[in-house]
């Protein structure tokens, strides 16, 4: 089919001698390059040696109030020389941790923020106890600063580290250090005391592990420092406006982390832990930190690596997958990677997994104790941590197991004894070293294969100002927007890795280079590949390094510029770690020859290798591609040169990659790319399948196969590439000819006749605006606007009719995949700037309003709200920057007198409801472009719900729609005070917010959530797999009443059952509902003239719903008259709990029986499985009950309306049917108002729970009272013989005269019958569609034959019955 993509087998990768050697078992993780770290020599622990000038002027500023000791050497005699024995200076902690670690799993500790919070529970940690006396005077608020009790209240970390070691059992300690960097600290104006903070830190844990190892030295214990993320990060922009803003360098960050890991060292650490990583950069900064310290130092200090995914998406906050995050920080050599914080053990269970099939060295895990509740707390208990923790260790998973979040010592402890039966996690064997990128996500270069089936990988070209014009253009003007659509293609034409080059003499190089980047990182599309960093001045690509959290490549680096240089360049990349493209240039210029090439990439590499340490697979030679066909004879063996060579250097230089920029081979036949990729394709094919290249610098969407190219010019560029003919360029010079001549051919037509083409420009005015807008064209887009403006009424009408015609084409274009975001926003753009042509035009025109009134423009008061119609909030919620749709919406309001406060784009929740409520505004728009936006909204209903917000809350943007919004965002806000509305376009939200505004506010609202109820049951009911929760899960997500917070209702005036027959009918008449009456007669106002009495000014059906209703009163008067129907009902209160399972009601005869144990029946109840949009309980009636031990009751009434048989038997007898149907209706509103009537009786005076209540009865109709009256047999209790049991309880057959038939219905048919439940949190529900497991539950209570219960539920079940 036309634009599918064709599928090509994959082609093996040629092989070399080392390509064949067996994995080795490991021995000990991965070895950093340096002599200490590969000769396991021992730190000394005699810091005061340690006299570095970098070193020495962080001590010298630091605030300690007296010298600290630094020293922590302990005689080689302390303990016995045998493992597990460790004495500090004479043994080797990286050999004790790899016998440790391959011996058992060991134990971290536990949460430090938890066990603070507890002994705050116990104890008085306030603001003064944070401050002690040495900060009693701090110009700050200091309570929070846990770090700070490290100085302040020291006894209070000292027992908490000693709890962990002692209770816990913990084989390692994390210092109370986590935000002890200068950048942290500033939230506290303490940025001074960062050194002593980590000091302290460490110095504290130094103690407490020395005392608890003394007591037992079998078992030593040791000081991890503890290195935080900071609250800054590298990744993420701080501005909505500016994606390349940043409020931290990498450069700042290393400083910060320096001091910190000084500070560390300097009070006792043996072990380097950088934690809780959610921004990779940050983390490469921190490890970058500790390479310098190590490296000025001269020291081997273990360093532990631990990334937090902060979600199921299994993705770090500057969304890294845990691949990509192990990745980008594998250069560092860290003797145990793993995972902490965000998640509870068994939501990282699969993101654990993918790191031990992938980690070279030892993996770890501290999990948070579950996720947190409502309250923000943790529920998992000691049992069940462990618990969750099993899994890892069963699947032998981990080397170090500990506990985040929630975390505690009797956790620790019961992890340690769980750990105790299971083997630690082996080493993985040793391999063939392969080369592994990351961007947001991780790509092995030796395994990848291209589109065409090659084993290559694509670096795209089209980010690189020599190959693109376009992209040089678009730098040159600086849009970098635009830049990065540019960027996306060439991801999604086949690039694995995008190569950004930005040399260019006319060009700041370093800030262009720097921005690029900086914003590329924050498109996921673009991000999720690695980079390439391409520049002439190295300078340029370590700027460009330092933005970038995933492992990148560097090109390029060469021997032009001299050894010493080339190393310190190259050792510089490595501390990054980066791969890195070197040039086959040396001293005396380019490699042209295949010798030349040969030697100077075997120099390079043996300087790389053996001199600066440098991964060999890391390396890329490019040998370099130069011209083919130019007619110079030294030029014609160039590709053969480059294919020889290539296999040469591969065979000499084990695991580099090869590449080269394919385009400047076919540079000599510029401008017909067939030829150009024919030559490619051919050239390729050789170099790559029979030398082994690895790499190259192509437009992927342009790349062929081979068995695409035409067969003359296959044989062409055969003939060209490797010199086979003397005539091969003119040849192909023919071939181009030929080309170029047919693309003209088919430019013309063929030879047609030529056809004047029209113009869009030869439309009119309006039709030229849509097409703008449509096509993303802005250069005529004022003068267009102009010419309709002079046309038009108003300027507002230029908006509301042509331009918004165009947005909602876009819209529907979208919304069909057939535009897709960066069309949208080009078009946007061009919105943009029609509509603030517009504006000052739309000023000038209020302000002459105002003069026309007789108003002085100039005393027009904005901040008096008296001035508008209403206030409205709009918003671009979180992780969107899309505003063009909620900016035109604000004109279009504000136009029509409404007062916006647009608070801008990337709003987080917490902002969006802090606003509104500062602005008191009476309407909350939320709008957003991209789907993730979706979720956000989901996400602030939420919280305006919990928030307790009253205002409506509007929704709106490209990607929303009704149905989404009725089914994902409705169900966690609407109300009828508060609704959720779905808006089109701009040009209706003037009549939305007029409508919620206005008198017509409850008609309209009960219209839109009577659609958005319908489209959620037709949603619902077209999905073919619908989850459902399984019953235990629905029981545990149930509704949790707190009684004693909210105790049950007092006793009833009167236990048992009362017969109530002295009630008249009209006494019933002014409960009346008249709106289901029309229904019956299908007679439907629509709004605004919805329901009664309204209706009855609906220009449809108004004139016959006020004839309907004459006749009925008419009727009524006669029936109340002649007493030919009447009422008759009884009521039953009863003493009631739960049961035992909570999901049936047991009802007892009197209080006695209650505390006798012995119930009069049982009521069963149904649950709610389907699973819901919202954080919703699953509700059943049994949930407003409380359990035993409380005195709660429960209510039942059957009521009827008799008489109405009688009547119908006279109508028909008269043939008079209008009159039949009419006394039909009449009885059912008759007894539906008498059930109104008894339940505010049941309610003020025989219960009397509500004796105060005072409400009017169009407001009884409302459901504004307390309490809830719900039938057997419909949605909240859809089981009609339930009401076999409520007979059987308030005899309404022998009291009443109300009988049930076969099939349960209640005779007369006017009859209603209901229980009565008086808590307040009571509420109206639908069971919905239940499953097998709790029918076989409900019928096994009910004690009836599952068969026949499934008959009774078979419209509610969710599965086919036997």
């Not at 979180?878 to 909620?886: E, L, N, R, T, Y």
Request: hydrophobic letters at 40%.
């Amino acid at each position: 089919m036309t634009g599918e993509k064709k599928e090509f087998p994959k082609e093996p990768r040629l092989k070399f001698a080392y390509d064949d050697v067996e994995p080795k078992p490991a021995t000990e993780p991965p070895l950093p390059v340096s002599d200490v770290a590969r000769n396991h020599v021992p730190n000394s622990y005699v810091n005061s040696k340690l006299t570095h000038e970098t070193i020495a002027a962080i001590r010298a500023k630091a605030t300690n109030p007296t010298k600290p000791n630094i020293d922590y050497a302990q005689d080689a005699g302390t303990y016995p020389e045998s493992f597990p024995h460790f004495v500090r200076g004479r043994d080797s902690l990286r050999e004790y941790i790899t016998k440790l670690f391959t011996s058992r799993i060991a134990i971290y500790d536990g949460a430090m923020g938890t066990m603070i919070q507890n002994y705050a529970k116990r104890n008085k940690l306030e603001e003064e106890e944070y401050r002690g006396d040495r900060f009693a005077d701090w110009k700050c608020n200091m309570k929070g600063n846990n770090d700070q009790l490290s100085i302040t209240q020291p006894h209070i970390i000292s027992g908490i580290y000693k709890q962990y070691l002692e209770e816990g059992g913990s084989d390692l300690i994390g210092t109370n250090t986590f935000s002890s960097t200068t950048i942290a600290m500033a939230d506290y104006e303490m940025e001074d005391y960062a050194y002593e903070l980590n000091y302290e830190g460490a110095r504290l844990a130094r103690e407490v592990c020395d005392e608890v190892t003394a007591k037992d030295p079998s078992k030593p214990r040791f000081v991890v420092g503890a290195i935080g993320p900071t609250n800054r990060t590298g990744s993420i922009s701080p501005s909505v406006e500016d994606p390349s803003a940043r409020n931290v360098t990498f450069d700042e960050l290393v400083e910060a982390y320096f001091e910190q890991i000084v500070g560390l060292m300097d009070g006792g650490s043996d072990i380097l832990m950088v934690e809780t990583i959610f921004d990779t950069l940050n983390a490469k900064a921190a490890l970058y930190a500790v390479g310098e310290y190590l490296e000025l130092t001269g020291l081997d200090i273990p360093v532990f690596v631990s990334g937090t995914l902060v979600d199921q998406s299994g993705r770090t906050l500057s969304g890294q997958t845990g691949e990509a995050f192990y990745a980008s920080i594998r250069h560092s050599k860290p003797m145990c990677v793993g995972l902490n914080c965000a998640l509870g053990a068994k939501h990282m269970i699969p993101f654990v997994e993918k790191l031990a099939n992938c980690v070279e060295c030892f993996l770890h895990v501290y999990s948070n104790a579950g996720l947190p509740n409502a309250m923000g707390g943790y529920d998992e208990t000691p049992a069940d941590m462990a618990e969750q923790n099993k899994v890892f260790f069963e699947n032998g998973w981990l080397n170090m197991v500990g506990g985040c979040c929630g975390s505690t010592p009797p956790h620790i402890k019961a992890i340690r004894e769980m750990s105790e039966s299971y083997k630690p996690r082996k080493l993985p064997d040793v391999g063939r070293p392969k080369m592994w990128l990351s961007g947001l996500e991780d790509l092995v270069v030796d395994d990848v294969h291209n589109h065409l089936g090659l084993p290559f990988l694509n670096v795209g070209e089209r980010c690189n100002i020599s190959g693109s014009i376009r992209f040089k253009k678009l730098m040159m003007a600086g849009d970098y927007g635009t830049a990065m659509d540019i960027a996306k293609k060439q991801v999604e034409d086949g690039a694995h890795v995008i190569d950004i080059n930005v040399d260019d003499g006319m060009l700041d190089g370093l800030a262009a280079m720097q921005k690029f980047v900086k914003i590329a990182v924050t498109e996921p599309e673009v991000s999720k590949v690695p980079f390439m960093l391409d520049a002439s001045k190295f300078e340029i690509v370590l700027a460009g390094l330092k933005w970038c959290q995933g492992k990148c490549i560097v090109n390029s680096i060469s021997l032009k510029v001299g050894e010493e240089l080339f190393k310190e360049q190259a050792t510089l990349l490595r501390k990054h770690g980066c791969a890195v493209v070197v040039m086959a240039f040396d001293e005396e210029g380019q490699a042209a020859t295949e010798d030349e090439k040969v030697r100077i990439c075997k120099r390079s590499y043996d300087i790389l290798v053996n001199e600066v340490r440098f991964p060999p697979e890391d390396i890329v030679f490019d040998p370099n591609v130069l011209t083919i066909g130019t007619g110079m004879e030294e030029h014609a063996n160039y590709g053969v040169d480059f294919i020889n060579a290539t296999k040469t250097i591969k065979e000499q230089c084990p695991y580099v990659k090869i590449s080269g920029g394919i385009s400047n081979l076919s540079f000599g036949f510029r401008g017909v790319m067939k030829i150009r990729e024919s030559i490619h394709s051919v050239f390729l094919q050789h170099a790559i399948l029979e030398s082994g290249m690895d790499v190259g610098i192509v437009n992927a969407h342009e790349m062929l196969a081979l068995s695409e190219v035409e067969q003359d010019i296959r044989v062409a560029a055969e003939n060209l590439v490797f010199n086979k003919t003397e005539d091969a360029t003119d040849v192909m010079l023919e071939l181009t000819k030929r080309e170029r001549a047919r693309r003209e051919a088919l430019k013309n037509g063929g030879g047609a006749v030529e056809v004047k083409q029209t113009s869009w420009r030869d439309m009119e005015v309006i039709k030229r605006l849509e097409h703008a807008l449509i096509n993303g064209i802005s250069q005529y887009i004022e003068k267009d606007v102009e010419e309709a403006r002079l046309q038009a009424e108003r300027p507002l009408h230029i908006i509301e009719g042509p331009l918004m015609d165009g947005m909602n084409i876009i819209g529907d274009l979208f919304g069909a995949g057939k535009m897709f975001l960066p069309q949208v926003i080009k078009s946007a753009r061009v919105m943009k700037k029609a509509v603030a042509y517009l504006i000052p035009f739309m000023e000038a025109e209020k302000r002459q309003k105002l003069i026309d009134e007789g108003k002085d423009p100039e005393d027009f008061d904005e901040n008096d709200d008296s001035n508008f119609a209403g206030k409205v909030l709009m918003a671009t919620v979180k992780g969107d920057v899309h505003d063009i749709g909620k900016n035109i919406v604000a004109v279009v309001l504000g136009c029509n007198n409404y007062k916006v406060y647009d608070i801008g784009v990337m709003c987080s929740c917490e902002k969006i409801l802090e606003k509104a409520k500062e602005y008191n505004v009476d309407v909350i728009g939320l709008s957003g472009l991209i789907t993730p936006s979706l979720d956000e909204m989901v996400v602030v209903a939420k919280e305006m719900s919990k928030g307790g917000f009253k205002q409506p809350l509007l929704i709106g943007g490209a990607t929303t729609s009704k149905m989404h919004t009725a089914v994902k965002i409705s169900p966690n806000y609407f109300t009828l005070e508060h609704p959720v509305i779905h808006v089109l376009d701009a040009s209706r939200s003037v009549t939305v917010v007029s409508s919620l505004l206005s008198d017509l506010k409850e008609e309209y609202t009960t219209d839109i959530m009577e659609e958005y109820d319908e489209m959620r049951e037709d949603y619902y009911a077209g999905l073919e797999d619908r989850y459902f929760l399984t019953f235990d899960q629905a029981k545990e997500q149930k509704l949790v009443i707190d009684f004693d917070a909210a105790p049950p209702a007092p006793a009833p005036k009167k236990l048992g059952v009362t017969v109530i027959d002295d009630v008249k009918l009209e006494d019933v008449v002014p409960y009346i509902d008249w709106n289901p009456f029309f229904q019956t007669w299908e007679l439907r106002g629509r709004y605004p003239n919805r329901g009664y009495p309204k209706i009855f000014n609906d220009e449809a059906v108004g004139g016959e719903a006020k004839k309907l209703f004459a006749d009925a009163q008419k009727l009524m008067k006669e029936i109340i008259a002649n007493k030919s129907m009447n009422l008759k009902g009884v009521v039953g209160l009863f003493p009631a709990n739960r049961t035992d399972e909570g999901e049936d009601v047991l009802i007892y005869a009197s209080e006695e029986d209650r505390e006798a144990g012995k119930p009069l029946d049982k009521f069963c109840m149904l649950r709610q499985q389907a699973e819901k949009e919202s954080d919703d309980p699953y509700l059943s009636q049994s949930d407003f009950i409380a359990p035993a031990g409380y005195k709660d009751h429960l209510g039942m009434f059957a009521v009827s309306c008799f008489g109405c048989d009688a009547l119908v038997e006279k109508y028909e007898s008269e043939h008079d049917d209008y009159n039949k149907i009419m006394s039909q209706a009449l009885a059912d509103r008759f007894v539906e108002a008498f059930a109104e009537y008894l339940h505010r009786v049941i309610r003020t005076d025989t219960w009397g729970y509500a004796k105060d209540e005072s409400l009017a009865e169009e407001d009884l109709l409302k459901i504004k009272y307390v309490g809830i009256r719900p039938a057997p047999g419909y949605p909240s209790q859809p089981d009609h013989t339930e009401k076999s049991t409520m007979w059987n309880v308030i005899k309404a057959k022998e009291l009443a005269g109300i009988e049930l038939s076969e099939s349960l219905s209640m005779m007369p048919a006017a009859s209603v019958s209901a229980l009565v439940f008086a808590h307040p949190e009571s509420c109206y529900f639908a069971v919905g569609q239940v499953g097998k497991d709790q029918v076989e539950s409900y019928a096994g209570r009910k004690e009836m034959d599952l068969p026949l219960c499934e008959r009774w539920l078979s419209p509610i079940l969710n599965y086919e019955r036997d």
